[in-house]
């Protein structure tokens, strides 16, 4: 099944692409998807149990959002693409892969009373760069008119997630969610910053996005 | 309107060149033929605000190359923005002034830091290095923006996440150049008001409704990220080439609070710091020839 349809969403100067996978009454579920990748474009298997509506967003570079001219990604800028489409939908629980679980755990935490828990998965972009400064070259890349953008490939391959940073969301998660365990991970590979996350209160792990998705249904 | 100011003096030549699809202004000052000398602006500022401060160094047989960042001044107003974007831009820049070759430079605020950082990133482009209070420090600095903080309130990211959802139409506020000046003079309540006036006159664009700064309406002070401001102090030890530190008496809204005490031990090699009586965070522009006289004993004649 094919998206049902798409709502364009503007954040700043770039349009987002929202995509129903599946519409339905009940709760959201909001798919995000992992560094370099799109949106699928239809219900992932792991999400049939899933009985509400389900969407999936493309974020600024990737899918059929807007490639930015010259890059200057962040993960912060990404989580307020996450936040247009949770304004959007009014509340919704997420399933973020690897980048996208990042910056799930980034608007879990900051938008805690409109999102009914994260799950952290696997996926392209999820140890991110290191977790204190290096010295990173100047790196600059070709223009492309299509996605991914290279840029997002490169500046979101190597931001700086340290631990307690990440951590800090999860506190946020936790203080402002009524969820026991607001924060899901089934991720098997754990950088640094995940690691931190699954020691802390609030997160639970699971052995597959299914199992956690039925913690939040 | 034609602004004026005692010892100001419109760039020599000012034009646009393609950073990587974004339009950068560059505004320069002296003799086309004249040794570079690249000039980096603090953030919220514009390259225009070296107006008096540049023409000293362009009689003295500089060519002084400065530009706006993307999103400020004349330059283009980008989707996105970034600490890493503004070193690409200023490479990029660097390139277009000087090729490969190594020239000094002097940068203000963020643009001093930004010159400590592209010297870590890429060493060759420099001779030698003056950094006006852009210093880094444990504190965090008031104009860099959106990712430069650590602040972690709950409600400074959802502040800053409604700011988000508004920019798609967000504009400056418009008003008369008095009332631009004063908003300003909050900000930079040391400088004069005649000062003020002339940079609503060189930095701000005139509609129906009135003038506006021309800074990109999606920028604002504050945001937050993983960036901890002391991650850079240990990083100015590494700087292989001549560096001055100038710091200020006065504490003020913009200044970033930075102290001898917190330099001297990541001082480089054969670096110096010192701090300047008399004068707040923009010494250069209250103290334009002073602090330009300490400078070019540091930097030595043209070459």
């Known amino acids: 099944m094919n998206a049902v349809s798409t709502v364009v969403l503007t954040h700043n100067k770039v349009e987002l692409a929202l995509h129903t996978l599946r519409a339905a009454d009940g709760p959201n579920l909001l798919l995000l998807h992992g560094l370099g990748e799109a949106s699928p474009t239809t219900v992932p298997r792991w999400a049939g149990c899933w009985t509400g509506a389900v969407h999936a967003l493309d974020f600024t570079g990737h899918g059929s959002s807007t490639v930015p001219v010259g890059g200057g990604y962040t993960a912060e800028m990404l989580m307020a693409d996450a936040d247009m489409a949770i304004a959007h939908l009014g ?127 | 309107m034609t602004p004026e100011f005692p010892g100001a003096r419109t760039p020599d030549r000012e034009y646009t060149i393609d950073a990587n699809g974004v339009g950068i202004a560059i505004h320069e000052w002296g003799d086309d033929d004249a040794p570079p000398l690249m000039m980096a602006h603090g953030g919220f500022d514009f390259a225009r605000t070296f107006d008096v401060f540049a023409p000293i160094f362009a009689d003295a047989g500089w060519r002084v190359v400065s530009w706006d960042h993307r999103g400020h001044g004349d330059s283009g107003h980008t989707h996105l923005y970034s600490w890493e974007a503004d070193l690409r831009d200023a490479s990029v820049v660097f390139d277009h002034a000087a090729g490969r070759a190594a020239v000094p430079a002097i940068g203000h605020s963020k643009g001093g830091a930004l010159c400590l950082n592209l010297a870590d990133a890429e060493p060759f482009r420099f001779r030698k290095i003056v950094n006006i209070d852009g210093m880094p420090s444990r504190r965090p600095v008031p104009d860099v923006a959106e990712h430069e903080r650590t602040k972690m309130l709950a409600g400074e990211i959802t502040d800053w996440l409604d700011h988000r959802a508004r920019t798609a139409t967000a504009e400056r506020k418009p008003g008369t150049v008095d009332q631009l000046a004063e908003r300003r003079r909050r900000l930079n309540p040391r400088l004069r008001p005649d000062w003020l006036r002339y940079l609503v006159g060189v930095g701000a664009f005139e509609r129906e409704d009135g003038w506006r700064w021309k800074l990109d309406p999606s920028m604002r002070f504050g945001g937050f990220g993983p960036w901890r401001p002391e991650w850079a102090l240990p990083k100015m030890a590494s700087l292989g080439v001549p560096f001055y530190g100038l710091l200020v008496e006065h504490e003020e809204p913009m200044g970033w609070g930075t102290t001898i005490d917190d330099i001297v031990p990541f001082l480089p090699d054969g670096g110096h710091v010192e701090e300047v009586a008399g004068v707040g965070h923009f010494a250069h522009i209250e103290q334009p020839r002073e602090t330009a006289a300490r400078i070019m004993e540091f930097l030595g004649r043209p070459a």
């Open chain 1, 91 to 217: 509340s919704a629980t997420i399933v973020g892969r690897g980048l996208g679980a990042y910056i799930g755990l980034l608007i879990g935490g900051a938008r805690a009373d409109q999102v009914g828990g994260v799950v952290l998965a696997d996926g392209p972009g999820i140890s991110g760069g290191a977790t204190t400064p290096t010295s990173q070259p100047v790196v600059t890349a070709d223009a492309v008119d299509s996605t991914p953008d290279p840029y997002a490939i490169i500046e979101l391959g190597r931001d700086l997630r340290p631990p307690d940073y990440a951590t800090t969301f999860v506190r946020l998660a936790n203080e402002g969610s009524d969820l026991p365990e607001p924060i899901t991970v089934t991720a098997k590979f754990r950088p640094r910053w995940l690691r931190a996350v699954v020691d802390e209160p609030g997160v639970r792990e699971a052995p597959s996005i299914a199992d956690a998705l039925s913690r939040y249904a």
